[in-house]
Nanobody, 124 residues
Framework: QVQLVESGGGLVQAGGSLRLSCAAS????????MGWFRQAPGKKREFVAV????????YYADSAKGRFTISRDNAKNTVYLQMNSLKAEDTAVYYC?????????????????WGQGTQVTVSS
């Protein structure tokens, strides 16, 4: 079992930045692929970014490219999502997730463990 706890969400003005963190505990292993997803009210959960177990490969949703950066520190069992140039449409609950298999999965069903989410609100 892996437990994931997100932090770093909050209220920010459009154009601002936030850095989300996801701390893993339990049966942690640097071999997990880690992803970020988000879900806005009334919408389906959508993929944001994913990072390989080594941190050497990443993949982003089109909405995140050029603005968001995913990274990880395996020594701290923590994954980060740096979000810059935030827009009102980025408002959502952000979830981190861990996948035991796969290259750079972007489907929610491919992930084995999920955090409880952290709210990000961008005011316009």
């Amino acid at each position: 079992q892996v437990q994931l706890v997100e932090s770093g969400g909050g209220l920010v003005q459009a154009g601002g930045s936030l850095r989300l963190s996801c701390a893993a505990s339990g049966h942690t292993s640097s071999s997990y692929v880690m992803g970020w997803f988000r879900q806005a009210p009334g919408k389906k959960r959508e993929f944001v970014a994913v990072i390989s177990w080594s941190g050497g490969s990443t993949y982003y949703a089109d909405s995140a490219k050029g603005r968001f950066t995913i990274s990880r520190d395996n020594a701290k069992n923590t994954v980060y999502l740096q979000m810059n140039s935030l827009k009102a449409e980025d408002t959502a609950v952000y979830y981190c997730a861990a996948a035991a298999a796969g290259l750079l999965p972007y489907g929610a069903g491919e992930y084995d463990y999920w955090g409880q989410g952290t709210q990000v609100t961008v005011s316009s």
